[in-house]
Nanobody
Framework: EVQLVESGGGLVQTGGSLRLSCEASGFTYDDYAVGWFRQAPGKEREGVSCIGSDDTVYYSNAVRGRFTISSDKSKNMVYLQMNDLKPEDTAVYYC??????????????????????YGQGTQVTVSS
């Protein structure tokens, strides 16, 4: 059973930083991607970033240059370091997992498709 547990959300001022953590376990892909999605009130969920089992990464245009994704395979952890936060980054952030082909498709199309499994989410609020 896939288990994804997010933590690290909170309230921060514009220009501040947060680091989200995702403990990911129970999936059997050899070639996998772990991604971060977010959903703001009244908006559709959007892909933000993902990292593959080979450590290749993807960032959406909205966060490239401000967010950094990383992983620690020994701890089954994926992190999202978010710097220079803006009010438009306010959303519930979800960790998700799917096959590695989702990452390659995101790199080719510059857009993340929905992933197969999601965690419960963690709230990030950026005040102006």
């Amino acid at each position: 059973e896939v288990q994804l547990v997010e933590s690290g959300g909170g309230l921060v001022q514009t220009g501040g930083s947060l680091r989200l953590s995702c403990e990911a376990s129970g999936f059997t892909y050899d070639d996998y991607a772990v991604g971060w999605f977010r959903q703001a009130p009244g908006k559709e969920r959007e892909g933000v970033s993902c990292i593959g089992s080979d450590d290749t990464v993807y960032y959406s245009n909205a966060v490239r240059g401000r967010f950094t994704i990383s992983s620690d395979k020994s701890k089954n952890m994926v992190y999202l370091q978010m710097n220079d936060l803006k009010p438009e980054d306010t959303a519930v952030y979800y960790c998700a997992v799917d096959g590695g082909w989702k990452l390659r498709k995101a790199q080719a199309r510059n857009e993340m498709d929905p992933f197969d499994s999601y965690g419960q989410g963690t709230q990030v609020t950026v005040s102006s």
